[in-house]
Nanobody, 115 residues
Framework: QVQLVESGGGLVQAGGSLRLSCAAS????????MGWYRQAPGKQRELVAL???????NYADSVKGRFTISRDNAKNTMYLQMNSLKPEDTAVYYC?????????WGQGTQVTVSS
């Protein structure tokens, strides 16, 4: 019913930048919240950034000041701007939306930061 498609991942050197995109099949104007998670090899999935319907944001301490979450309601798309990337940021990044009190997930996009 709800489809999310991530893009923008890739290989980048430490200190570089990437912008991830998540296109939704529904109007994101009607969602409760949306955000980005990541999962590194051998580790549990962790919250990276979250934005509510009211525009409030929350970031993991490890990315605060480097990453920015945003959305474009007209395009039904949300973004994660990642600056000053570190090797520790290497992971598969997943977008999620909360709609009618249910969470929906994208397929993930790989981000690899080399040093």
């Amino acid at each position: 019913q709800v489809q999310l498609v991530e893009s923008g991942g890739g290989l980048v050197q430490a200190g570089g930048s990437l912008r991830l995109s998540c296109a939704a099949s529904i109007s994101i104007f009607s969602i409760n919240y949306m955000g980005w998670y990541r999962q590194a090899p051998g580790k549990q999935r962790e919250l990276v950034a979250l934005i509510t319907a009211g525009g409030s944001t929350n970031y993991a301490d490890s990315v605060k000041g480097r990453f920015t979450i945003s959305r474009d309601n007209a395009k039904n798309t949300m973004y994660l701007q990642m600056n000053s990337l570190k090797p520790e940021d290497t992971a598969v990044y997943y977008c999620t939306v909360n709609y009618w009190q249910s969470n929906y997930w994208g397929q993930g996009t790989q981000v690899t930061v080399s040093s």
